[in-house]
């Protein structure tokens, strides 16, 4: 495996894009595929480590369920404001030109959408929507926090808070806060993503899997490979011997497994890896 600095090793770029090239590419990508965007990611270079709420203690607790979405009604603005970056924009060129097959995805912005690639797995869900954890009835996010400003006229979401990830903000919480409950069977909504703790849905975890069994090659960009769900589709395509290129600031938990590593922005090295 080479790991590279590509401002420090001539030629890695180049070396990059000969592991890549004529090969149908899967594209696994992460948080830091969007830090660009203005969207916080949870381990970045200086980052605090964030612990987020888990599966069980969202589902277990009404004053959890309360707080969330108290906190994610001010903090959503960040990620739905948010606009695709050059790192977007390089996939979803890419993905035209026929160079990448597939994007699998652990962020949950939606933003390689707005960028233009179309044959994206969103392998942890989507912020924009809401589903119910009784009857399965969703709706749009805009839905639910109309719902939610009703309920609470006197909410101020125009404060200065320090936004978190995954749609999150540092505010305070009041006693009084309501949350809406489903119309159809009174149950409580869910935002319509994967929590920490919650399996993948097993129909993702195979799609993924058929996708790393179809690549040629992998490209890593902007994930750490913390969480196993991504980290296992990196596992798998080392079995079948195929390259994997990692373009990530910092280290992953892959980088053993990689054919070769570049320490970078997303943003910045990808349409060179790329064309």
């Known amino acids: 495996m080479i790991n590279s600095n590509p401002d420090s090793q001539p030629g890695v770029i180049q070396k990059a894009r000969?592991?890549?090239?004529?090969?149908?590419?899967?594209?696994?990508?992460?948080?830091?595929?969007?830090?660009?965007?203005?969207?916080p990611d949870y381990r970045g270079a200086?980052?605090?480590?964030?612990?987020?709420?888990?599966?069980?203690?969202?589902?277990?607790?009404?004053?959890?369920q309360a707080r969330y979405w108290a906190r994610?009604?001010?903090?959503?603005s960040r990620v739905a404001l948010a606009e695709p970056n050059r790192g977007h924009f390089a996939l979803a060129q890419a993905e035209q030109l026929g160079i990448v097959?597939?994007?699998?995805?652990?962020?949950?912005?939606?933003?390689?959408?707005?960028?233009g690639s179309k044959s994206v797995l969103e392998l942890h869900g989507r912020l924009d929507r809401v589903?119910?954890?009784?009857?399965?009835?969703?709706?749009?996010?805009?839905?639910?926090?109309?719902?939610?400003?009703?309920?609470?006229?006197?909410?101020?979401?125009?404060?200065?808070?320090?936004?978190?990830?995954?749609?999150?903000?540092?505010?305070?919480?009041?006693?009084?806060?309501?949350?809406?409950?489903?119309g159809a069977c009174g149950a409580h909504f869910k935002p319509d993503v994967v929590f920490f703790g919650e399996q993948v849905p097993l129909m993702r975890v195979q799609e993924?899997?058929?996708a790393v069994d179809r690549a040629e090659g992998v490209l890593v960009a902007g994930t750490s490979l913390t969480v196993n769900s991504g980290l296992r589709?990196?596992?798998r395509a080392q079995k079948r011997g195929i390259p994997i290129v990692i373009v990530n600031l910092g280290e992953t938990r892959g980088d053993h497994m990689a054919t070769l590593k570049l320490q970078g922005s997303t943003s910045e090295l990808l349409k060179e890896i790329l064309f």
């Open 46 to 64: 200086g980052r605090v480590e964030k612990h987020p709420l888990t599966f069980d203690e969202f589902m277990g607790s009404r004053a959890n």
């Open 72 to 76: 994610s009604y001010v903090g959503w």
């Open 18 to 39: 000969e592991l890549l090239a004529s090969k149908e590419l899967l594209v696994v990508t992460g948080a830091g595929i969007s830090t660009d965007s203005g969207i």
């Open 101 to 115: 097959q597939k994007i699998i995805t652990q962020n949950v912005d939606g933003l390689h959408q707005r960028s």
């Open 233 to 235: 589709l990196i596992k």
């Open 131 to 182: 589903i119910c954890s009784g009857c399965g009835d969703i709706l749009s996010r805009n839905e639910l926090d109309a719902r939610i400003a009703f309920l609470n006229p006197d909410v101020y979401q125009d404060q200065d808070v320090e936004y978190t990830p995954d749609g999150d903000a540092e505010v305070e919480v009041g006693k009084n806060f309501r949350v809406p409950d489903c």
């Open 208 to 210: 993924s899997q058929e």
